[in-house]
């Protein structure tokens, strides 16, 4: 299951099952997918095929949204 947190400017937004306890979130946009640490900052933790355009535009995103991610991951995992 990876219920989607947000979707915004072509990106998607997701969890995946508990992989880690680091709240973390995959986004994809186009052919490629990208894993972002969330705490205790944003950072790029893997990288699938986007563009670093597409991965700037991704981080920015998490950033505006990261308030948003902590409350969607609390909900979903409880923790």
């Known amino acids: 299951m ?3 947190v947000f979707q915004a400017k072509g990106f998607r937004f997701f969890f995946f099952s508990r992989e880690e306890k680091r709240i973390h979130v995959h986004v994809h ?3 490629g997918e990208a894993k ?3 705490e ?4 790029l933790v893997q990288n699938y095929g986007l563009k670093e355009k597409e991965l700037q535009e991704a981080r920015k995103l998490i950033e505006e949204h990261v308030d948003e991610i902590k409350a969607a991951w ?3 995992f409880g923790s």
């Open 74 to 76: 609390k909900k979903h």
């Open 29 to 31: 946009c186009g052919g």
């Open 2 to 4: 990876s219920p989607t």
């Open 36 to 38: 972002f640490w969330v």
């Open 40 to 43: 205790p900052e944003v950072k």
